[in-house]
T-cell receptor
Framework: DAKTTQPNSMESNEEEPVHLPCNHS???????IHWYRQLPSQGPEYVIH???SNVNNRMASLAIAEDRKSSTLILHRATLRDAAVYYC??????????????FGKGTKLSVKP | SQTIHQWPATLVQPVGSPLSLECTVE??????LYWYRQAAGRGLQLLFY??????ISSEVPQNLSASRPQDRQFILSSKKLLLSDSGFYLC????????????FGPGTRLTVL
């Protein structure tokens, strides 16, 4: 699986937008970009995923660079409940027989009131 | 809707004692099932995955084992716990095909003393 690079930590103010970057320069043409987040003392939860086009859902938006070598997770209005570790993960489209997710260290997002 | 359960939520065990953690999934059939461990301050490490009843693949050699006696039941076991087995154990499931969205359980926090 291709590797991703994320900043170790980021800070945001409550009710401001947050842009969480992820670099994946060795991404292959069939790799999907997935984002998960892990709140303190909880299991990770799915946030969003995309292939080439930008994606929006109720939790966040995913902006994918035209060359697909980087992406940005956008939280439009950060709340205190968004404080978590955010993981950017690449996986092939069919996931193979395992569908394993390889978690890196992620970005720890702190939200200040 | 699908739900995933893990129990117990917390567990304190002495070194050398046995372990049995259980995970069950509701609302889906023939899921892929996963066991992850997260040591304190570390990322998630995949331990085992299963694509069907009785089919177990191990990602990391260690003194843990996994079993899948029923379609939606996944069990993590050990005959003799080590101090290094302490951590946050997470079970996850994924639909058997398609894009790899994984859904995680609430986790079991294991402390080995």
């Amino acid at each position: 699986d291709a590797k991703t690079t994320q900043p170790n930590s980021m800070e945001s103010n409550e009710e401001e937008p947050v842009h969480l970057p992820c670099n994946h320069s060795t991404i292959s043409g069939t790799d999907y970009i997935h984002w998960y987040r892990q709140l303190p003392s909880q299991g990770p939860e799915y946030v969003i995923h995309g292939l080439t086009s930008n994606v929006n859902n109720r939790m966040a938006s995913l902006a994918i660079a035209e060359d697909r070598k980087s992406s940005t997770l956008i939280l439009h209005r950060a709340t205190l409940r968004d404080a978590a570790v955010y993981y950017c993960i690449l996986r092939g489209g069919d996931g193979g027989s395992q569908g394993n997710l390889i978690f890196g260290k992620g970005t720890k997002l702190s939200v200040k009131p | 809707s699908q739900t995933i359960h893990q129990w117990p939520a917390t567990l304190v065990q002495p070194v050398g004692s046995p372990l049995s953690l259980e995970c069950t999934v509701e609302g889906t059939s023939n899921p892929n099932l996963y066991w992850y461990r997260q040591a304190a301050g570390r990322g998630l490490q995949l331990l085992f995955y299963s694509v069907g009843i009785g089919q177990i693949s191990s990602e990391v050699p260690q003194n843990l084992s996994a079993s899948r006696p029923q379609d939606r039941q996944f069990i993590l076991s050990s005959k003799k716990l080590l101090l290094s087995d302490s951590g946050f154990y997470l079970c996850a499931w994924r639909a058997g095909t398609g894009v790899d969205t994984q859904y995680f359980g609430p986790g079991t926090r294991l402390t080995v003393l």
